[in-house]
Structure formats: C-alpha cells, structure tokens
C-alpha cells in the first residue's frame, strides 16, 4: 500500500483526525520549503521554484489560518469546559504557550511570506535559512505538543455531541457542503497563463454574493479570508484602515492607520501613546476600524475595546521596524504643534547623528490592540441590494451572526 493512511481525508464526523491530517498537509508544505531552500542557490527562482514558494504561500496563508482557528475557537475552548483535575492543569499550563506559539508562527510566516512573494514573482531568490528554520522548529514542537497531549485528551474526554458540534464549525469555517470533508482551503484563484487575472479575481469577488451560509462562523476568520483575497486582488493598501475614537467630551476623531496584525486576540496597530488618539483611547477605551475595498466594493466595519500592548510586545515590534521608522518614532512627537519643518528635520538629523543602529523605544511608541465585539461584513451588490452579515458577540464567548438591511 502506498501512502499513509492519515493520507486518507477524515470526514468531519471526525474532528481531531481532520486536525491530524491538517497536521500531515503541514509537515508536506515544510519539505516543500527545505526542498526550495536547497534548490534556490543552484537553480535559482526558476519554474520549479516559483510554484513551490506558491504552493507554500497558498497553503500557509490560507488553510494553516483556517487550521490555527480550529484550534483555538473550537479544539481548546472546548477542552476547557470540559477537562478537570489532571487533565485541567496540563491545560492551563499547555493552551497559553499553544497560542503564544500560533502568535509567533504568524509572525514569523510573514517575514518569510514576502521573501516567498518574490520567488514566486521570479524577482529574487533570497530565502533566509535561518528564518525557515526558526518557522520549521516551532512548527514541529507545536504539532508534537498538539499530537502527544491535546488530540489525545480530546479524543479521550469529548462526547459524540461534542465531537458532532466541533465537526460542524470546522465545516462551516471551510464554508464547505458536507460531502466535501476533506478540502481545508478556500478555492484557488484563476491562473491565466501562469499568472493570476487579477482583473478577472476583482469581477468574481464583486460578483460574489454574501450569504449567511457563505460566510465563516468566525468573523476573525472571515476577515482573513476578505483580507487575503484583497491582496490577491492586488487592492492598493488593503491594510490601510480608518480607526475612529471618541473623546472624554463625546467628539469622535477619525484617521488612517496601518494594520499590523490580526489574529484571535484582535486587530493591532502602531502609534504613539501620546497622540490624539492615545489621548482619547485613555478616557475612552472604545474604537472603530473601517476598511473600504472599492475595487471589490467590500465593507468591514470591526468595534469594540481597544487595548495597549505589552510592553514585551512593544519592545520586540519596535526592534522590528525599519531603522528610518524607529528615527523618525524618535522624533516626532506626533499630534504635538510644530512650529516648522526644519525643526523635525534637524532633530531627526541629531537623532540619526547619535542613536546608532539600535535606537532605544522611546516611552510613548507602542500598539494598541481592537478587542472585537461587532463585525460587519457588506458586500456591494446590483440594484442597491447589498449584502450586511453582522457578528455580536454573546457574553458566552460564541458569535451570533444575522442580516441586515442595506
Ligand atoms: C496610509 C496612511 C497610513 C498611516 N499609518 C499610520 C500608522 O500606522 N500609525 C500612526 O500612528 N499613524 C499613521 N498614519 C497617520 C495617521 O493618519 C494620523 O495622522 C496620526 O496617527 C495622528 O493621528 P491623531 O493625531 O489623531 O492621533 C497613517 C496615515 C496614512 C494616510
């Protein structure tokens, strides 16, 4: 017999074996990138390379979020409720370090998702080895983690009822028809003549219609997929959002940001604690982000509390910033009145003069992190019948989707 048998697509009557499978699509897709790292320096971005760093990017951008989601909207949540004593400390002890570990695979994708970009594009052939193999490293201890402890506990301790329930959101994360257990990954986009119709992509998610069955039952989850298919889309500055906040007096203020991330925890962002908005945030911890894709006539309006980040976590996305961004952090004390250009420039100067190539964080650059409890989804439609899906969330942590009128 040929194959493994984990090869064999479980139905979602069977929830940790879907997990197990995921897992073994995982281990593919990272031979599938040591195989790319041995292959660049002699053969260089060539046919070969392009649709490895493709097939990689395709999978890890889409399926591995929709596998992350599993775990920690159904897998843990539920193990939570349900384990005591023994079971229960292992738990608490393994579930934060899981999540922590989901957050640092992320980022670390990214990093590797951009290097992987531009082999696919064919314009560079550069793959950081160290890079891939942080990201392998983490991957395999968190799998074998999930494998030894978590899936086992799961299989061990859930009811038929519960195993049915996991199976049914896994499912409806896939927006897939039951018959069709085994697919983890969203359609791929049309390829026309190796490369993707980005005009014929824009078309069929304009044409796209939103329904209550299309959408995922995780709205963090949906936004990755409108996110990822905006990018596919090649929509300019799809991460460019509109963050409102409200004074202590109850005068709203609007601007644009930049989204760093998003992930279970919420949508984060950069700034200065000391601007207008960090001003307004600490009277009032409530805000709003807004993104327009015009050319995919797509809304999403996401609310709720918005929190600082630690500082471990300013302190490691600070170092990560461009050296320019960090002088300029530096800098600017942005929303201060400033008397004339010259003077930022001269002490930007002074600053980059002095501060060598590890500047220090100063005191009031950080993220700040929107805590969800609102989403809404539009999707433009013919004849003014657009489409609103909007998620609440319910104080027992699940998410109640409905319409509304447009
Ligand atoms: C495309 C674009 C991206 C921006 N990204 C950020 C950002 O990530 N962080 C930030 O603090 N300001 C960013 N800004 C500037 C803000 O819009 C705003 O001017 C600044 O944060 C000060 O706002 P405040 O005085 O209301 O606090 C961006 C502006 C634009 C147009």
Known sequence: MSGSVFDTAPGFDQPIAVLKHCHNKIRRQI???????????EHGADTEAKQAAGAVRSYFNQAAQIHHADEEVD??????????????????????????????????????????????????????????????????????TEETDIAPMASR??????????????????????????????????????QASVAHLRTDFKRASLSEADVLADPVAQFGRWFDEAQTAKVLEADATCLSTVSASGRPSSRILLLKDFDHRGFSWHTSYDSRKGEELAHNPFGSLLFFWSDLERQIRIEGRVEKMSEAENELNFDAQPLASRLHAIASH??????????????????????????????DWGGYRLVPDRMEFWQGRGARFHDRIIYTLLHDGSWQRSRLQP
């Open 334 to 363: 942005q929303s201060m009145p400033l008397t004339d250009r010259a003077t930022l420039e001269r002490r930007y100067a002074e600053i980059e003069a002095s501060a060598g190539d590890k500047p220090a964080r100063p005191a």
């Open 157 to 194: 301790l859930f009811s038929s009822a519960q195993l049915a329930a996991m199976g049914a959101s896994m499912q409806q994360r896939r927006a897939i028809a039951p018959s069709s257990a085994s697919s983890s990954a969203p359609a791929a986009p049309a390829i026309v003549n190796g």
């Open 75 to 144: 897998l843990l949540p539920m193990l939570r409720k349900t384990a005591s004593g023994a079971d229960s400390e292992l738990l608490n002890q393994l579930a934060p370090q899981l999540a922590n570990e989901h957050q640092i695979m992320e980022k670390l994708w990214l990093a590797l998702d951009s290097q992987l970009a531009a082999i696919a594009a064919g314009s560079s052939t550069y793959l950081s080895s160290e890079e891939v193999k942080g990201f392998i490293d983490i991957y395999n201890t968190h799998m074998s």
């Open 31 to 41: 031979a599938t990138l040591q195989k790319l790292l041995a292959h660049l320096p």
